[in-house]
């Protein structure tokens, strides 16, 4: 049964989930996570879903204001998608951000995930943009403690 935690920043779960980040997100596109300017994620909220040390998910919340997050950089292992891992971790991490009086989320989507986002709930704000190269948009959810 894999367990969900949070991750500490610069501790090895944390380089774990830059690796995961980095396979995931980063490499098909061409771009090197570990080029980019790491320092703010110091003060960001780092959760992950792990099978004993195996790193499944993971996720980053950045806070934007004291009641609201940018969830940012959700990953899923390649050979794990699709098996409701995904949604196990936003299913842990909403309650997190809940109990540390977070009531807003936002995203920026892949347009091609926006699917897997609607399933739990968020609903897009706005039209289409570019990030890293690919279309995104944005979306938000309330969360009710
Ligand atoms: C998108 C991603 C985070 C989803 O996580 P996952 O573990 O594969 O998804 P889950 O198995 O938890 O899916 C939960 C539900 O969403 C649906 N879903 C998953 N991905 C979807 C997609 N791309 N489009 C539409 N629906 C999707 C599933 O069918 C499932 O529906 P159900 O519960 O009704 O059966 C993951 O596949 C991933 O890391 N993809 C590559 C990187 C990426 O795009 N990250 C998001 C950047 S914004």
Redesign the pocket.
Known sequence: MPQFREIAHNSDDYRRACRLRQA??RSPLGLDLFQEDLAGEADQLHFGLFEAAELL?CVVAKPTSPTAVQLR??????T??????????LGSVEPALVERGYTSVT????V?????????GYRLVGGEFEEVGIA?VEMQKDLDG
């Open positions: 995931v997100l998910a950089q959700m990953a899923v292992d390649p794990q998608q699709g098996r409701g891992y995904g949604r196990r971790l995203l920026h989507a892949r091609p995930a926006i699917g897997f986002y609607e399933k739990l995104h």
